[in-house]
């Protein structure tokens, strides 16, 4: 398996990889793309996201990227978890929702959908069975739970397997639990094994 984590504001792939070490699960490689100027877009996530362009869409460019030398690494997407905290969760749903494929997993902490407009679901199911892990904290001071829960029905809606949870509190975290929760996720077999690979734990940024 690996992961793509992507970090928040104000943060780097440092962090996302310090936090890595905070998951008890072996055999994942880390991949970690950074924003330009240590952020993704300039304005809050929840205003319309004209306001955020062209930002958003060169960070998704980015993503993007990053999953393209994954597969080149030999990781297809069903091997492959996503994973973001803060703005990088809100870039990472925004992401999933405008691109949706059958990915291995997500972990979204603290985050949502961006812009200020609701998102229709497609017909069909292109997340049917993908494990979604969301946590966030009842009062944060970013990200707002009801926006965290808006994206969790929408996810699910696109066939998603949802396990959302939101704590109480109003630091901007990524709690114990969650931490633990994403270990039990990203322990289980992929869905497709990758194969011509012996995975290592590290950190590529």
């Given at each position: 398996m690996a992961v793509m984590a992507v970090h928040g504001r104000g943060q780097s792939p440092s962090f996302m990889q310090e936090q890595s070490l905070r998951i008890r699960s072996h055999g994942i490689r880390y991949y970690a793309p950074r924003a330009f100027g240590d952020s993704w877009y300039p304005r809050p996530f929840m205003e319309p996201i004209e306001g955020n362009e062209p930002y958003?869409?060169?960070?998704?460019?980015?993503?993007?990227?990053?999953?393209?030398?994954?597969?080149?690494?030999?990781?297809?997407?069903?091997?492959?978890?996503?994973?973001?905290?803060?703005q990088g969760a809100c870039l990472l749903s925004h992401f999933i929702l405008t691109t949706p494929m059958p990915f291995g997993g997500l972990l979204l902490f603290t985050g949502g959908y961006i812009g200020n407009e609701s998102v229709e679901?497609?017909?069909?199911?292109?997340?049917?069975?993908?494990?979604?892990?969301?946590?966030?904290?009842?009062?944060?001071?970013?990200v707002p739970s009801s926006r965290v829960q808006d994206t969790a029905e929408i996810l699910t809606?696109?066939?998603?397997?949802?396990?959302?949870?939101?704590?109480?509190?109003?630091?901007?975290?990524?709690?114990?639990?969650?931490?633990s929760a994403a270990s039990r996720l990203l322990s289980q077999e992929p869905r497709k094994p990758a194969a011509r690979h012996s995975h290592q734990h590290s950190a590529d940024q």
């Open positions: 958003v869409a060169e960070a998704q460019e980015a993503l993007r990227a990053t999953l393209l030398r994954m597969q080149d690494d030999g990781f297809a997407p069903q091997d492959t978890v996503l994973w973001g905290f803060s679901s497609q017909q069909d199911k292109p997340l049917h069975g993908v494990p979604v892990l969301i946590r966030s904290i009842e009062h944060d001071p970013w809606r696109l066939g998603a397997k949802v396990d959302l949870r939101i704590s109480p509190g109003s630091e901007h975290i990524i709690t114990d639990e969650a931490m």
